[in-house]
């Protein structure tokens, strides 16, 4: 599993505005770029990032190769309920990560 | 022609007439040659892919300047993480907001960066990431909002050393 940062505060007044910020460890490999012996190395990148507050998408993400290695994203929801956020990462080659972080909403 | 036509010290008469034929001939000529080159470029020269990209997000609709900000440093000495936040103006009420964010540039090997889907949900129209750039160049944020308008900022942005140069061993 990859590796992933997420930063969300753990407590939220209800109707508040916070910040989430997420950063995975990836390669990015943006495919245009060539070995030493003028090989070409294939694409690997993330292309799609979702985020879910308690099943109910929030802030959905298309990437392309122009995004720096170990993507990093910083958006912005309302707290409205205690629950969980899911985080979904989906890439080249299957690639798939999946992290879930809990928030507590007074 | 030769060459007591050409330098420029001789008084007026038949020679400087004859040197005017000839500067007026190589001038017209000059234009001739230059005229099938010369286009008419924006303020900003933008390669046409992306605004090939932008339109493909625009569609027919009228992209404004305005409403949005593109923070990003306009010096940068590595272009390989290059810290790039993008705030539209918007009361984010379920009546009024931003529904996409996109990215483009113009001298990477993709006029793509990011297109991000927002929603009433998100409270505030603010996102930030790290992006890639290849050279010096100019970067276009275009937001869409909820009333199907466009508005867009663009940032010159001085790359010292660009990303995709080096290889990895």
């Given at each position: 599993?990859?590796?992933?940062?997420?930063n969300?505060?753990?407590?939220?007044k209800?109707?508040?505005?916070?910040?989430?910020?997420?950063?995975?460890a990836?390669?990015?490999?943006?495919?245009?770029?060539?070995?030493?012996?003028?090989?070409?190395?294939?694409?690997?990148?993330?292309?799609?990032?979702?985020?879910?507050?308690?099943?109910?998408?929030?802030?959905?993400?298309?990437?392309?190769?122009?995004?720096?290695?170990?993507?990093?994203?910083?958006?912005h929801?309302?707290?409205?309920?205690?629950?969980?956020?899911?985080?979904k990462?989906?890439?080249?080659?299957?690639y798939?990560?999946t992290?879930?972080?809990?928030?507590t909403?007074? | 022609?030769?060459?007591?036509?050409?330098?420029?010290?001789?008084?007026?008469?038949?020679?400087a007439a004859?040197?005017?034929?000839v500067?007026?001939?190589?001038?017209?000529?000059?234009?001739?040659?230059a005229?099938?080159?010369?286009?008419?470029?924006?303020?900003?020269?933008?390669p046409?892919?992306?605004?090939?990209?932008?339109?493909?997000v625009?569609?027919?609709?009228?992209?404004?300047?305005?409403?949005?900000k593109?923070?990003?440093?306009?010096?940068?000495?590595?272009?390989?993480?290059?810290?790039?936040?993008?705030?539209?103006?918007?009361?984010?009420?379920?009546?009024d907001?931003?529904?996409?964010?996109?990215?483009?540039?113009?001298?990477?090997?993709?006029?793509?960066?990011?297109?991000?889907?927002?929603?009433?949900?998100?409270?505030r129209?603010?996102?930030?990431?790290?992006i890639?750039?290849?050279?010096?160049?100019?970067?276009?944020?275009?937001?869409?909002?909820?009333?199907?308008?466009?508005?867009?900022d663009?940032?010159?942005?001085?790359?010292?050393?660009?990303?995709?140069?080096?290889n990895?061993?």
């Amino acid at each position: 599993m990859a590796r992933a940062l997420i930063n969300v505060p753990p407590k939220a007044k209800r109707g508040e505005v916070i910040a989430i910020k997420t950063l995975i460890a990836h390669v990015m490999e943006s495919g245009f770029r060539h070995t030493n012996t003028g090989v070409a190395i294939p694409r690997d990148i993330i292309t799609g990032f979702v985020a879910t507050y308690n099943g109910e998408e929030i802030f959905r993400a298309d990437l392309y190769p122009a995004i720096a290695a170990n993507p990093f994203l910083t958006f912005h929801t309302v707290a409205t309920e205690s629950g969980t956020i899911e985080f979904k990462w989906t890439g080249d080659n299957g690639y798939s990560a999946t992290e879930q972080v809990k928030i507590t909403v007074e | 022609m030769d060459e007591t036509t050409v330098p420029g010290q001789e008084g007026e008469g038949g020679r400087a007439a004859t040197r005017r034929d000839v500067l007026k001939l190589a001038g017209v000529l000059a234009v001739a040659g230059a005229a099938p080159t010369v286009t008419v470029r924006p303020a900003a020269a933008t390669p046409a892919d992306m605004q090939a990209a932008i339109a493909k997000v625009t569609g027919d609709a009228k992209l404004s300047v305005g409403k949005v900000k593109l923070d990003i440093p306009p010096l940068v000495e590595n272009g390989n993480t290059v810290p790039c936040a993008i705030t539209v103006d918007s009361p984010m009420t379920p009546a009024d907001y931003v529904k996409a964010i996109h990215v483009f540039n113009e001298k990477n090997p993709q006029p793509n960066v990011i297109s991000a889907k927002l929603g009433p949900r998100a409270g505030r129209a603010s996102i930030s990431t790290r992006i890639r750039l290849s050279d010096t160049q100019t970067i276009v944020a275009v937001a869409e909002l909820s009333d199907g308008s466009f508005w867009s900022d663009r940032v010159d942005v001085v790359i010292t050393l660009g990303a995709c140069l080096e290889n990895p061993i």
